[in-house]
């Protein structure tokens, strides 16, 4: 398996995560995000098929967004004089298993793919969480692959921002 970049030449076969979202904007609008420069997608693949996909753009962690006690324990892990109102982070905007692939480990063996990606590229703009707004449903996945709820429980909300903390890779 490999993780290549999805370029406007790359021919989409198909693909189905289950979630139909996910799945048209991959097929549909993940090129044009990549073109307006909005979100830079990549697929993982496997003997020609596509296992599985996310994207990836710069954000933030912000105070605004997080809980109190949250905010506290991220703020507790800097020293006085680097204590400000938001930290850089990168966000997966998107990220899908294939259906014929689940439930194998290919979506952790992938985090775990990104995470070594990401620590290893920060030599030209900084950032010190990952972040992801994960589905409900998918809470326990991200939690089981080291991620932590930022925001609080709103009423209707479908999706929790969760971060990472790369300094956990040290
Ligand atoms: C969520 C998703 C990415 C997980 O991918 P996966 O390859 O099946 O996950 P893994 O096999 O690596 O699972 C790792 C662990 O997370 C658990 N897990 C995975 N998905 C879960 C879910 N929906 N609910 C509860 N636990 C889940 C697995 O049971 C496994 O635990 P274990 O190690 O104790 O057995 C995949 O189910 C998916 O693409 N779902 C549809 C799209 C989606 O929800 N994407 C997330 C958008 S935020």
Redesign the pocket.
């Known amino acids: 398996m490999r993780v290549v970049a999805l370029t406007p030449e790359y021919e989409i076969q198909g693909f189905d995560?289950?979630?139909s979202d996910?799945n048209e904007f991959l097929l549909q609008d993940a090129k044009h995000f990549s073109e307006k420069r909005i979100a830079n997608t990549f697929v993982l693949e496997d003997e020609g098929e596509i296992a599985a996909y996310f994207c990836l753009l710069n954000d933030k962690v912000s105070r605004l967004e997080v809980t109190n006690s949250r905010w506290k324990k991220i703020k507790d892990s800097f020293p006085e004089n680097k204590r400000f109102r938001s930290y850089p982070s990168i966000k997966i905007g998107?990220?899908?298993?294939s259906v014929n692939?689940?439930?194998?480990?290919?979506?952790?063996k992938l985090m775990d793919m990104i995470k070594d990606f990401l620590y290893n590229e920060q030599s030209r703009s900084a950032f010190r969480f990952i972040t992801?707004?994960?589905?409900l449903?998918?809470i326990?996945?991200y939690e089981?692959n080291g991620f932590k709820l930022l925001s609080q429980k709103e009423e209707g909300d479908t999706t929790r921002l969760m971060f990472f903390d790369i300094k956990k890779l040290e």
């Open positions: 995560c289950g979630d996910l998107r990220f899908a298993v692939y689940r439930g194998q480990n290919v979506g952790t992801v707004d994960a589905y449903s998918a326990p996945f089981k």
